[in-house]
T-cell receptor, first 117, second 116 residues
Framework: KQEVTQIPAALSVPEGENLVLNCSFT??????LQWFRQDPGKGLTSLLL?????REQTSGRLNASLDKSSGRSTLYIAASQPGDSATYLC????????????????FGKGTLLTVNP | GAGVSQSPRYKVAKRGQDVALRCDPI?????LFWYQQALGQGPEFLTY????????KSGLPSDRFFAERPEGSVSTLKIQRTQQEDSAVYLC??????????????FGPGTRLTVL
């Protein structure tokens, strides 16, 4: 079964710390992987998209890496700020889906990040 | 438009009522997705449209759920005879390109459905 797992489920850090969020997936035959941010009561905001041929993507203080062979991705946040507090979701689009098309995203349950001032 | 919009933002229904949730995708986006997000969980795929064609409905939990996109733009997700387990946030996303395979999905704010 194609599954996405995120650890930890929740993380609390003081402002200014660098931190890493982890995502693992069960099937290495992925098309791409996306990291999203979700604020309470809001929809999802795409942060980074990594194609299967790429190893990492960077945007500002965010860096996402992808290791298909081990089925892992990490989201690195540098110099965290209170405004970074949100739930971070990892989503995978696989090359093949046994139950349907390969257009859909399969999400993890997310990591709730709290950055304390 | 500037982004994906959804209406209503909140919906309270009595068990057994029918509800209709609307999604306005980003103008020109070919692909449209519906997801269901239960409290404390990640979104789960419901269905996918490419223009007006519903190419994948494998995630719809029962035949009480029906989605349409008749003109290839606005989409409606209808839930008949709502039950308490249908309570969730329903998210709509759209993406550009003919296949949608490589494009980022842009999400709307969601509709929070509460079934009493």
């Amino acid at each position: 079964k194609q599954e996405v797992t995120q650890i930890p489920a929740a993380l609390s850090v003081p402002e200014g710390e660098n931190l890493v969020l982890n995502c693992s997936f069960t099937d290495s035959a992925i098309y791409n992987l996306q990291w999203f941010r979700q604020d309470p009561g809001k929809g999802l905001t795409s942060l980074l998209l990594i194609q299967s041929s790429q190893r990492e993507q960077t945007s500002g203080r965010l860096n996402a890496s992808l290791d298909k062979s081990s089925g892992r991705s990490t989201l690195y946040i540098a110099a965290s700020q209170p405004g970074d507090s949100a739930t971070y979701l990892c989503a995978v689009r696989w090359l093949f889906n046994s139950g349907g098309s390969n257009y859909k995203l399969t999400f993890g349950k997310g990591t709730l990040l709290t950055v304390n001032p | 438009g500037a982004g994906v919009s959804q209406s209503p933002r909140y919906k309270v229904a009595k068990r057994g009522q029918d509800v209709a949730l609307r999604c306005d995708p980003i103008s020109g986006h070919v692909s449209l997705f519906w997801y269901q997000q239960a409290l404390g969980q990640g979104p789960e795929f419901l269905t996918y449209f490419q223009n007006e064609a519903q190419l994948d409905k494998s995630g719809l939990p029962s035949d009480r759920f029906f989605a349409e996109r008749p003109e290839g733009s606005v989409s409606t997700l209808k839930i008949q005879r709502t039950q308490q387990e249908d309570s969730a946030v329903y998210l709509c996303a759209s993406s550009g390109g003919t296949s949608g395979l490589a494009d980022t999905q842009y999400f709307g704010p969601g509709t929070r459905l509460t079934v009493l």
